[in-house]
């Protein structure tokens, strides 16, 4: 006698309707993250233009002197200067923590036993030859004509 199927519901199929459909809006999500990030100067640049009557309405130093022609470009400079600290202070740049990860795994992975250390290697009734130690340790240089 044959058993029918358990019964698995609406689940499996509403995750693998929606699985291509949430895969695409988080990668679009860190593409975006990521070039945020990257172009944040010409975000502010950007922000700058749109908004400079009111940034100058608002933030300007020198609204009482329009004889200077600021139009809020005194608090433009201080934004600018303010993300180029915030660039500058980051402590674990990109490259520092991607120059970090081969000591990181290095860490994870556990070293080898003392007693392995020079013994040769066997496969079943295979055995690989034994190479001393010191014979990789030297470089190559091929004989001279």
């Given at each position: 006698m044959r058993r029918p199927p358990p019964y698995a519901g609406p689940w499996p199929t509403f995750v693998a309707a929606t699985a291509p459909l949430l895969k695409a809006f988080f990668s679009y999500l860190l593409i975006s993250l990521v070039l945020l990030q990257t172009f944040s100067r010409e975000v502010l640049v950007v922000d700058f233009t749109l908004n400079q009557a009111v940034i100058t309405a608002r933030f300007c130093v020198?609204?009482?002197?329009?004889?200077l022609h600021c139009d809020g470009k005194c608090y433009f400079a201080k934004q600018l200067k303010q993300q180029e600290e915030r660039e500058?202070?980051?402590?674990?740049?990109?490259?520092?923590?991607?120059?970090m990860l081969p000591a990181a795994f290095r860490m994870l992975a556990p070293p080898a036993p003392a007693r392995w250390a020079g013994m040769p290697i066997s496969y079943g009734r295979y055995r690989l030859a034994w190479v001393p130690a010191n014979a990789a340790q030297g470089v190559f240089h091929p004989p001279q004509a």
């Open positions: 020198n609204k009482s002197q329009p004889q500058n202070k980051a402590p674990n740049s990109l490259k520092e923590r991607l120059e």
